[in-house]
């Protein structure tokens, strides 16, 4: 997915990894392809190719490497997760219902806040996610300051998606949310300068989890193993 993206993930499961040696670290397989064709202009925008074929090639590239169960740093691409899913006989460790379970798990009762691309809001991910614990949705009604946040984390002006973001979560709150959920990894990269009124769960922290208790818990190639790797 989008490369800082890729590098925060692996950085996180490097740091929530309990190692004092090298090779205590849990073997990671990536495919850091900048050519997946945006997820921005095919749901949002209707004006670029679908990513699904892109996405089916790493997953099966990354099995065939060695990988034992996959991860994909992207909320928005999780639109895409059944058909990538079904293409590989191994785990996906889906960001975004794990997302969901942790935060209807930790916040006080009353709806979630999503804070992430207007294209979660498009395609209902988090909506039928959060609708499996019984619980509503909110989302930010300023879409194109959204939208202006992500492309300014990706150009590496991460400090100009600092006011519209903390805007995002006051509106939330205001609005009722009991919590919000980070659901856009760009917005990962700069949550710890929020701030700001919400219980927020970063759904890149829950994948990192995820995927740190697969390769300590899951067996190799049937014998007892303390790392399985991740692609």
Do not use: Q, W
């Amino acid at each position: 997915m989008g490369p800082e993206a890729t590098i925060l993930l692996m950085s996180r499961i490097l740091r929530a990894t309990p190692a004092t040696d090298d090779a205590d670290h849990i073997p990671l397989l990536v495919d850091s392809n900048t050519r997946v064709p945006s997820r921005i202009r095919h749901l949002i925008e209707r004006s670029g190719p679908d990513p699904t074929p892109v996405l089916i090639g790493m997953a099966r590239r990354l099995h065939a490497a060695g990988a034992e169960a996959l991860a994909m740093p992207c909320n928005t691409a999780h639109g895409y997760l059944p058909a990538v899913a079904a293409a590989v006989p191994i785990p996906f460790l889906d960001m975004v219902s794990l997302t969901a379970a942790k935060a209807a798990a930790e916040a006080p009762p009353g709806p979630i806040g999503v804070i992430g691309s207007p294209a979660l809001e498009i395609t209902g991910l988090y909506e039928r996610a959060f609708a499996a614990h019984g619980r509503g949705t909110l989302h930010p009604e300023d879409r194109d300051a959204l939208l202006g946040a992500i492309r300014a984390v990706k150009a590496g002006r991460e400090a100009e998606a600092l006011a519209p973001l903390r805007a995002a979560t006051e509106a939330l709150a205001a609005a009722g949310a009991a919590a919000g959920v980070v659901a856009c990894s760009e917005f990962s990269l700069v949550v710890e300068r929020l701030g700001g009124p919400l219980l927020l769960v970063d759904a890149v922290d829950v994948l990192t989890e995820a995927c740190v208790g697969f390769a300590l818990d899951t067996p190799l190639h049937g014998e007892p193993a303390e790392r399985a790797p991740i692609g």
